[in-house]
């Protein structure tokens, strides 16, 4: 099975910053690399898909980039309705994994 | 639109069946395929299986021996089962739409709690 990685397990943020989060996979998983967010006692949500391909309806300060082994989500100026938990999950191959998430907080 | 509920039993005894069932509107489970994917109170996501719009099924190998994923597909309705429950079965249960490996909707989930 694909083991994603993500780090770090929780960011202090302020509002305005730029911030990355990052996900790495144990073997390559070409472009087939998305993004989730989930608010407490929420779904999660498709932020990005493909590694970099936005979804309609999500704020444009989310990004997305990297492939092969090695991806980074992007917040370019965190806002207070950012603070949740971020997933990354492959789908090049079965299982589809899911990294353990990345929790934003505020600092 | 696009919607999917998870509906089922909210409290399980251990070593029972937990039946869950997946109702889906706005698609077609013939062109779509269909995932389970679970989380424990406070922990991550973890993908159980799913079911494909040909009807083809595949599962976690971790809980392979326990799960069974079927369909009507003339109620639009995708069904989980999986036995022989224990506490660490306990969270919640999502359904969800997977478009190319991608998913793009997701149920609210069904709290499953496994105690006596």
């Known amino acids: 099975d694909v083991v994603l990685t993500q780090s770090p397990a929780t960011l202090s943020v302020t509002p305005g910053e730029r911030i990355s989060l990052s996900c790495r996979a144990s073997?390559?998983?070409?472009?087939?690399l998305h993004w989730y967010q989930q608010k407490p006692n929420e779904s999660p949500r498709l932020l990005i898909k493909?590694?970099?391909q936005s979804i309609s309806g999500i704020p444009s300060r989310f990004s997305g980039s990297g492939s092969g082994t090695d991806f980074t989500l992007s917040i370019n100026g965190v806002e207070l309705e950012d603070l949740s938990i971020y997933y990354c999950?492959?789908?090049?191959?079965?299982?589809?994994?899911f990294g353990a998430g990345t929790k934003l907080e505020l600092k | 639109q696009v919607q999917l509920k998870e509906s089922g039993p909210g409290l399980v005894q251990p070593s029972q069946t937990l039946s869950l069932t997946c109702t889906v509107s706005g698609f077609s489970l013939t062109s779509y395929n269909v995932h389970w994917v679970r989380q424990p109170p406070g922990k991550g996501l973890e993908w159980m299986g799913r079911?494909?719009?040909?009807?083809?099924?595949s599962y976690n190998s971790a809980l392979k021996s326990r799960l069974s994923i079927s369909r009507d597909t003339s109620k639009n309705q995708v069904f989980l089962k999986m036995n022989s429950l224990q506490t660490d079965d306990t969270g919640t249960y999502y359904c969800t739409r997977e478009v190319v490996t991608d998913f793009d909707y997701w149920g609210q989930g069904v709290m499953v709690t496994v105690s006596s």
């Open positions: 073997e390559s998983v070409d472009t087939y």
């Open positions: 493909y590694a970099s």
């Open positions: 079911m494909r719009y040909n009807g083809d099924t």
């Open positions: 999950q492959q789908g090049n191959s079965l299982p589809h994994t």
